[in-house]
């Protein structure tokens, strides 16, 4: 079945975009990402132009993350005041976001830095995940009882000025940490079509030290806003959000999260974590060889 | 008296052979291609007849080639090298007018129907086009940059060169088939005839065009993009809440 995609310019089978949403939709509801970091690279292997890919990827977030928001807030695990200091960095955060995505484009380089930016992050975080969850894996099987998670911030966030008291986090630290975490997670998701909660989610719980059970309701509630923000961005500055990809894409992933969170629900977390962990290094490494390896085009188009 | 007739009988020869120019009859057809959401690419069939005068066709050979243009655009061509192991734009140039759609079908391989000079001044054959490169002097960049722009729109479909698929029948009427991909873009397109005998192009015809257009729904959503960013990213929001809040409810249900 073709379907013409009218921002796009080109015509694609919309069953393998539904099929490539709801893969990304599984796991996402297994591991309770968003999915944009997979989404994205697969959408530019399949030939969609990067812009349009990064910024349709973003609407997509949007629709996949709305209903788990909801399921947290009723759970009571949005930190609401945590959340909006994040949304008020992700906003800066797209608006800056959006400066750097015009001035690379015109410089030409916008495509090796959003690889580049792919392999640094997905490698460094899978790495880490890796690491993490193997050590906990082994600590299992050897019969040894898993060290309890230290929960205390960095001394790096304890060190900033002005205090607040974040009730539902449980904790006392300065606005300017997430406030800046958020800013980077915005200028991620313009950049990179991702919703930024594989960063999020371990910077929370390490560096923040926030609570774990207002963790992830808390960012997926960050990634909602900040997904909106940088949608309209995208609309407004590279006018590249192609609404008819987008709920392909919605049309998979949304099925896609259901299956996969009850999925999750068979499986041991640690054995989880590894696998997300294999696969966003396999998807670094593959954006990794792509950088050295001779391209298909040499050459590439751009109007003026 | 004398005088006059000698030179009425100077210029005889001159309006008999200006009379003796073929005339074509070209029509493609469909003067208008819409594209909509099954839009998987088109075909396109220009075809006409030519109008020899005193209907007498020529002795020798006759050959036809037709074009299909699209509009000219400016670009910048940018160009990959490797760089500290890494593939990264690395050197760029302009060109000022580039086709966004350049097909040329003819009956005869170009090379043996044209010779260079015409070929050059009617712009036949991808190699002939003049894209105005600017910004980069040396004639051996200029070459690498045209060539690998030729061959990218050549590999998208983009620019197309087939020799032999120009049928004529009985040295009168003439068809080829064009194939258009699904990424053509829009604008106004003009299909050019040109009827070539020993090398030279006796008569040339571009007044047929061709309109490129997206319609209904994709037209829609191409304007309220371009033209109305702030609703349509509103709406793309809603549509995308809306879809996931309500797979979420149904899910809930099941």
């Known amino acids: ?304 | 008296m004398k005088w006059i007739v000698a030179l009425a009988l100077m210029f005889l020869p001159l309006s008999l052979s200006a009379q003796a120019v073929p005339k074509l009859v070209p029509d493609v057809s469909q003067r208008q291609i819409n594209i909509q959401s099954g839009f998987t690419g088109a075909e396109l069939l220009l075809f006409g007849a030519i109008i020899y005068p005193r209907g007498v066709a020529p002795e020798g050979q006759i050959d036809v080639a037709v074009v299909l243009r699209g509009p000219a655009r400016p670009i910048t061509l940018r160009e990959k090298q490797q760089i500290a192991g890494i593939w990264i734009n690395a050197d760029s140039s302009d060109f000022r007018s580039v086709p966004v759609y350049y097909a040329i079908a003819s009956s005869r391989p170009l090379r043996n129907i044209v010779d260079s000079k015409t070929a050059a001044i009617y712009e036949l054959g991808l190699d002939k086009l003049q894209l105005s490169p600017s910004g980069e002097v040396d004639a051996k960049e200029q070459r690498r940059f045209s060539n690998g722009l030729v061959d990218l729109k050549q590999r998208n479909g983009l620019f197309r060169q087939e020799a032999g698929s120009v049928e004529i029948t009985d040295q009168v009427l003439y068809r080829a088939r064009l194939k258009i991909p699904s990424s053509v873009p829009v604008g106004t397109y003009v299909a050019e005839t040109l009827l070539i005998r020993n090398g030279r192009v006796i008569v040339a015809d571009d007044n047929v065009e061709v309109r490129v257009r997206k319609t209904g729904f994709e037209q829609l959503i191409t304007v309220l993009a371009q033209d109305y960013s702030l609703f349509y990213g509103a709406m793309a929001v809603l549509v995308s809440l809306l879809l996931g809040w309500f797979a979420g409810y149904i899910f809930q249900r099941i």
């Open chain 1, 1 to 304: 079945m073709d379907i013409y995609l009218p921002i796009a310019n080109l015509s694609v089978n919309a069953l393998v975009i539904i099929l490539l949403g709801g893969a990304v939709g599984m796991l996402s509801g297994m591991f309770g990402v968003g999915g944009g970091f997979l989404t994205t690279p697969l959408l530019i292997f399949y030939g969609i132009p990067p812009t349009v890919a990064a910024a349709s990827a973003s609407t997509q977030v949007t629709g996949a993350s709305v209903s788990g928001v909801f399921a947290h807030m009723k759970r009571g695990g949005v930190d609401f005041q945590m959340g909006a200091v994040l949304v008020v960095g992700g906003m800066f955060g797209t608006a800056a976001g959006a400066a750097i995505f015009e001035i690379l484009e015109a410089l030409g380089q916008i495509d090796t830095v959003i690889n580049i930016l792919y392999v640094v992050m997905l490698g460094s975080i899978g790495g880490l995940m890796a690491k993490e969850s193997l050590g906990s894996v082994l600590a299992v099987r050897a019969g040894k009882p898993r060290p309890a998670a230290k929960r205390r911030h960095h001394p790096l966030v304890a060190s900033l000025p002005m205090r607040w008291r974040f009730y539902r986090s449980g904790l006392y630290i300065s606005p300017l940490a997430p406030l800046i975490l958020g800013f980077v997670t915005g200028i991620m998701t313009m950049l990179l079509g991702v919703g930024g909660g594989f960063i999020m989610v371990p910077a929370m719980l390490y560096l923040l030290g926030m609570g774990a059970q207002v963790v992830v309701g808390t960012s997926l509630f960050q990634i909602l806003f900040v997904t909106m923000a940088s949608t309209m961005m995208h609309s407004l500055t590279t006018k590249a959000v192609d609404i008819v990809l987008a709920v392909f894409l919605l049309i998979g992933s949304v099925t896609g999260a259901q299956i996969g969170a009850r999925l999750a629900q068979r499986m041991r977390p640690d054995y989880l974590r590894l696998l997300l962990a294999a696969i966003v290094l396999l998807v670094a490494l593959r954006m990794a060889l792509g950088l050295g390896w001779r391209p298909d085009e040499i050459y590439t188009v751009q109007a003026l």
